[in-house]
């Protein structure tokens, strides 16, 4: 599904980017072709170097404005897949103990980063937790992070994911989370990034990225 691969599309923007100045590179040689031979114009072929043009110019504000740390942050988790995840530290929401990512080396760990604030986090927790319960006897760590206060978050989570592993983070470091959320990554029982997706995901789509790696 597309909707399964934007954070991965997200982290191909430097390449978009370099087709999209490309192509209006190629708009602006055609206009200058048409001009010159006006005998020869092409309607379909000027609408198309026409919409290439404003494309561009779209994404450009898009890629390098608002969403700026959410392009930076895909090609990141683009560039660390297949290494070795960073050692996260958090401290549980329930007891407030501190604990790293290493602590659950050896088992399929997905970490969630969410926040009350945000809609699509607070609907797929259920599933998460759906998640946990089915996999867990098959080493599966369900993480969620958020960098509210435990006050904010504790009682939501009690009655939405009671059985994942909830912890809370000061900041998520070199991760440029910001205000964009929900994030998910996916590492591997050795500790290392298999997968990574952006926006609110099914039960299904989790339970088919963790599954291969058990």
């Not at 740390?69 to 290494?83: M, N, T, V, Y």
């Not at 609110?200 to 339970?207: C, G, I, L, P, W």
Request: proline letters at 5%.
């Amino acid at each position: 599904m597309l909707y399964d691969n934007l954070a991965r599309i997200a982290a191909w923007t430097p390449m978009v980017l370099i087709i999209l100045i490309v192509g209006s590179a190629v708009h602006w040689l055609v206009r200058r072709k048409l001009r010159l031979a006006p005998s020869r114009r092409l309607s379909f072929v000027d609408a198309a170097s026409r919409q290439i043009f404003g494309l561009s110019i779209i994404f450009l504000v898009i890629a390098y404005l608002p969403l700026a740390p959410l392009f930076r942050s895909a090609e990141k988790l683009s560039a660390k897949e297949g290494q070795r995840f960073p050692d996260v530290e958090f401290k549980l929401v329930s007891d407030g103990s501190s604990h790293r990512l290493q602590d659950y080396h050896g088992n399929v760990v997905l970490i969630n980063f969410w926040a009350t604030w945000c809609a699509p986090c607070r609907a797929e927790l259920p599933a998460l937790n759906r998640l946990q319960q089915r996999y867990r006897d098959r080493g599966v760590v369900v993480l969620t992070l958020s960098d509210q206060r435990p006050d904010e978050i504790a009682d939501f989570l009690q009655k939405t994911a009671p059985d994942t592993f909830n912890g809370r983070v000061e900041s998520y470091g070199w991760l440029a989370v910001r205000d964009f959320r929900p994030w998910s990554v996916v590492i591997d029982r050795m500790g290392n990034l298999r997968d990574y997706v952006f926006g609110m995901q099914d039960f299904e789509s989790f339970e088919k990225k963790v599954v291969p790696l058990l």
